[in-house]
């Protein structure tokens, strides 16, 4: 069901002075704007008074992966190798209820909302394998929450050894032997689930759900099975989520069992392009960059994330000056322990100031907002019609209190977004037309029904937390091995203090 709304009484950026700020409508029909700036009364459509609040485009979070909605807090700061122990244990046996999966969604979906973000990619790990009903709990999540949201399976079917550098080395006959009998999906059964997602979910809900594909990492899959779903994202233009080179280990990886990186190893392959959503992308070098300058694709950035987990910065300014579009991300609540957009696009503004003494070099608050908006809208591949206040554009419209201290007074509002906007100025969010938050209010969940749904889980969750540290604490010895044995290679770059 599409929706019309008329936002009257806002404050819409001047076309004349990007500093200045100027009192307008914005117009919107069947679920696109049809007008920004005065606007006749539009009889028959709804009014929204916007009370000379800062309309903007619905924010676009680039990536996250929802399962770990739950997770929040759980753990202390580790390396990812090891965090993936508590994440997604290689040895799980036993699969998630499709209950939990629409409980932990819904979770997120109220929490990003309630902060202006609109539109999610997220990049959903079944543990231990992939389910209709899984997929169908965390779309129906999605659609009853009145977000837009494009759904990725993030599914690795290689034995878990095999994904690491050395750890079949260090683990014993029987772990591997464990590991040779955890369940895993074989490339056509994932390709049927595939076909549930795309067939039942692409497109429903009026256009906001979507569905695109991912291999989780290029390692972490078998060749047939990439290929196949590069066939798919071509075939069907959908976007293409690879995590890639976002740790060390990951880049002596690809030097050890590839003999190349492994943004070569994707483009020698083939499967490099303009629908690809790199995320990461924190341990490539100069060569990297230019192949994926080259292909077109999208990386997605997550700053909080690489810090919460020591992965490394991310080369930005080497990235943004070959001309690869750089999105932004909070990747999962349990790296990031939020999923405030907001605070990822100031870490932004902070964290890469650390790497080049030349502050012209520095990552500007136009710069981010153009990642906030411009990249997110490529990684979607919808670029004309989301983060833009523009005729024709979704009608995705965020209104922010500017009597609030972060824009008291308004001296550069660019800066005052990314720099001192929390989300806790956000007052109302409209996604296609509709409203979903009214004065900070969720209007399509109960809020309370959920969170008490989850709180009644809680001792049972923390029992199965529990479960999982022992288990982890049994592997955590050869996986810590392995993770310092590849952190004292030279690769010839430095990720962790500066040179992006």
């Known amino acids: 069901m599409t929706h019309d709304l008329l936002i009257r009484n806002a404050r819409l950026p001047d076309p004349g002075s990007p500093r200045a700020l100027v009192a307008g409508d914005v117009l919107i029909r069947d679920g696109r704007i049809a007008a920004v700036g005065p606007v006749e009364a539009a009889p028959g459509v709804p009014v929204l008074d916007a009370g000379g609040k800062l309309a903007r485009p619905g924010l676009i979070n680039a990536h996250i992966h929802s399962p770990g909605n739950l997770m929040r807090g759980c753990l202390?700061?580790?390396?990812?190798?090891?965090?993936?122990?508590?994440?997604v244990p290689p040895l799980a046996e036993a699969r998630q209820a499709a209950r939990l999966a629409y409980l932990r969604t819904a979770l997120g979906a109220i929490e990003m909302l309630k902060l202006g973000v609109t539109t999610v990619m997220d990049d959903a790990f079944f543990v231990p394998t992939v389910s209709a009903d899984g997929i169908d709990a965390v779309m129906a999540a999605y659609r009853d929450s009145g977000m837009r949201a494009t759904l990725a399976l993030d599914q690795p079917n290689v034995v878990e050894y095999e994904k690491q550098p050395f750890l079949a080395d260090l683990i014993s006959p029987e772990t591997r032997a464990a590991m040779d009998a955890a369940p895993?999906?074989?490339?056509?059964?994932?390709?049927?689930?595939?076909?549930?997602?795309?067939?039942?979910?692409?497109?429903?809900?009026?256009?906001?759900?979507?569905?695109?594909?991912?291999?989780?990492?290029p390692h972490r899959v078998t060749r047939d099975y990439f290929r196949r779903l590069s066939e798919l994202s071509r075939a069907r233009d959908l976007p293409f989520f690879v995590h890639i080179l976002e740790t060390k280990t990951q880049r002596v990886f690809g030097e050890d069992m590839l003999g190349k990186s492994l943004v070569r190893y994707v483009d020698d392959l083939g499967l490099l392009d303009e629908r690809m959503l790199v995320i990461h992308a924190i341990w490539v070098d100069d060569a990297d960059?230019?192949?994926?300058?080259?292909?077109?694709?999208?990386?997605?950035?997550?700053?909080?994330c690489n810090l919460r987990l020591g992965s490394g910065i991310m080369p930005w300014r080497r990235l943004r000056a070959a001309g690869v579009p750089i999105a932004l991300g909070t990747d999962e609540a349990t790296v990031d322990d939020t999923h405030n957009l907001w605070l990822a696009a100031k870490q932004v503004g902070l964290i890469h100031n650390l790497s080049r003494p030349d502050w012209r070099d520095w990552p500007t608050a136009p710069e981010i907002l153009s990642a906030l908006y411009d990249g997110g809208a490529r990684a979607a591949r919808r670029p004309e019609q989301l983060g833009r206040l523009g005729v024709g554009a979704a009608g995705d419209v965020i209104l922010i209190d500017l009597e609030t201290p972060a824009f008291v007074p308004l001296n550069d509002l660019d800066r005052q977004l990314v720099y001192?906007?929390?989300?806790?100025?956000?007052?109302?969010?409209?996604?296609?037309?509709?409203?979903?938050?009214?004065?900070?209010?969720?209007?399509?969940?109960?809020?309370k029904s959920i969170y008490a749904e989850i709180a009644a889980l809680a001792p049972k969750l923390a029992a199965e937390m529990a479960a999982l540290r022992v288990e982890a604490a049994k592997l955590e010895p050869a996986y810590r091995a392995m993770y310092l044995k590849a952190m004292a290679r030279d690769v010839g770059m430095e990720r962790r203090g500066g040179q992006g």
Request: glycine share 8%; proline share 3%.
């Open 76 to 87: 202390d700061s580790f390396p990812l190798e090891i965090f993936m122990l508590y994440e």
């Open 420 to 447: 001192c906007e929390t989300g806790s100025s956000v007052r109302d969010v409209i996604v296609a037309g509709r409203p979903v938050v009214r004065d900070g209010r969720l209007l399509t969940f109960d809020e």
């Open 184 to 217: 895993r999906q074989s490339a056509d059964e994932l390709m049927d689930c595939y076909a549930h997602l795309v067939g039942k979910w692409h497109g429903a809900a009026d256009g906001r759900l979507a569905a695109a594909v991912s291999c989780s990492a």
């Open 289 to 304: 960059i230019a192949i994926l300058a080259k292909s077109g694709c999208t990386v997605a950035h997550n700053p909080v």
